[in-house]
């Protein structure tokens, strides 16, 4: 008997594992998706609470770019923007001034070696997201960049050297973005060829526009399909999941609004990868904004309430349990007046229904409104793999 219970803790552990850190076979649906925007500008208290209220709730994701002449000092009222308001940070580090060969050969070294010790300090959740969209032509650090210095071996060097320093240090708040544009643009350029590694890359990402008609070099409107398809059957086979760290869509040429909701419905149907999206929202090349017209801001309001707002990256979708009790008569003897932590549901025993409660808020995080202490039994701060185990260990023990 003992030994078929440990059996059975083993199996439970093992599903469960199974169940938190891959997606289920229908993948995310969009009420798991989580948003993000670039809001305009450089990230402030008031910034992000203005956004927050124009699209009537709050970032998972605060998007930011900085080059590499910047210190983080001069930022960290910005970076402070996004935690201060429960949110990840996602920082898009251009290196301006250097080529992929400059990078790994260490020319920057001191730089990157006092962002690293800076960001470690800071001590929150990072996504860091260099040398994005190499896969163009258009940055120093690009494949099809004009100088001809960059090549896959380069640039994978470089992504690499990047990561190293930052692990030497010690910054392991910091989770390495991958990122190719949704289309190759010059020589040699390609979605696959630059790719990092899986020992380097915590998530994938890809950005693409529709531009409709706005571009003298013959721009057109383009479905989400159209615009990303290509990127994402590229980069689906790797083991990380994706997000899309920059889109949004023009108004001429076509329906921004209705763009908006069938971009949204084709991420849930077709685009199981794909756990968060972060918009571009600037009046730049062209009105980018969520409410460039009130039919697009109504139909990104409508799209993105479905989702429940959770700022911890996770490689499933989470949705924490309430702990409300159950229901359902127990076959075993309870007594209302003792309680084990294990027992979520508070029904007198300690079976699946509590274990799978604890694995579906794998990763929710203390400050989460969903967070639920409840379900914390290390008081870590954090629902992990360590409390499903707790969980798991107990599987059939009775309250009496």
């Avoid at 059957?233 to 990380?240: A, T």
């Avoid at 309680?339 to 579906?360: C, K, Y």
């Avoid at 400050?367 to 992990?384: A, E, M, Q, R, S």
């Amino acid at each position: 008997m003992f030994k078929q219970k440990k059996l059975s803790i083993l199996a439970i552990i093992i599903l469960l594992t199974s169940l938190t850190l891959f997606p289920s076979a229908g993948g995310y649906a969009v009420s798991d998706l989580k948003v993000g925007a670039w809001i305009g500008e450089q990230p402030t208290d008031q910034g992000v609470e203005a956004f927050n209220q124009l699209q009537n709730r709050n970032l998972d994701i605060v998007h930011m770019f900085v080059d590499w002449s910047t210190n983080f000092d001069s930022i960290r009222n910005n970076v402070n923007s996004a935690s201060a308001n429960n949110a990840i940070l996602l920082f898009t580090w251009e290196p301006w001034e250097y080529d992929t060969v400059q990078i790994m050969n260490g020319n920057a070294d001191n730089y990157i070696k006092k962002m690293a010790q800076d960001m470690k300090s800071y001590g929150k959740e990072i996504w860091l997201r260099p040398l994005h969209e190499a896969n163009g032509d258009w940055y120093p650090w690009a494949i099809g960049y004009k100088s001809g210095k960059n090549t896959n071996s380069t640039y994978i060097s470089a992504f690499r050297h990047i990561v190293d320093i930052f692990r030497n240090e010690g910054t392991n708040n910091v989770k390495f973005i991958f990122n190719v544009n949704c289309s190759n643009v010059g020589p040699n350029t390609s979605f696959t060829g630059i790719y990092p590694g899986d020992n380097y890359v915590d998530y994938n990402s890809i950005d693409g526009y529709n531009w409709g008609t706005t571009q003298s070099w013959g721009s057109t409107w383009q479905t989400f399909d159209q615009i990303f398809s290509s990127a994402y059957n590229s980069l689906k086979n790797y083991n990380k999941q994706i997000f899309i760290a920059e889109w949004a869509s023009t108004e001429i040429g076509g329906n921004k609004a209705q763009w908006i909701t069938d971009s949204f419905n084709k991420i849930k149907s077709s685009y199981d990868k794909i756990f968060a999206q972060v918009w571009f929202s600037h009046n730049k090349e062209t009105d980018w904004r969520i409410n460039s017209s009130e039919s697009a801001l109504t139909a990104y309001k409508n799209a993105i309430k479905k989702t429940s707002a959770n700022p911890t990256p996770t490689n499933t979708p989470t949705n924490p349990p309430t702990n409300t009790p159950s229901n359902t008569p127990s076959n075993t003897p309870t007594n209302t007046s003792i309680r084990i932590a294990e027992d979520i549901n508070m029904d007198g025993v300690v079976n699946m229904a509590d274990v799978l409660q604890i694995a579906i808020a794998f990763n929710s995080v203390r400050g989460n409104p969903n967070y639920k202490t409840i379900l914390d039994l290390n008081n870590d701060g954090v629902i992990n793999l360590s409390d499903v185990i707790m969980c798991a260990v107990k599987f059939n023990t009775i309250c009496y």
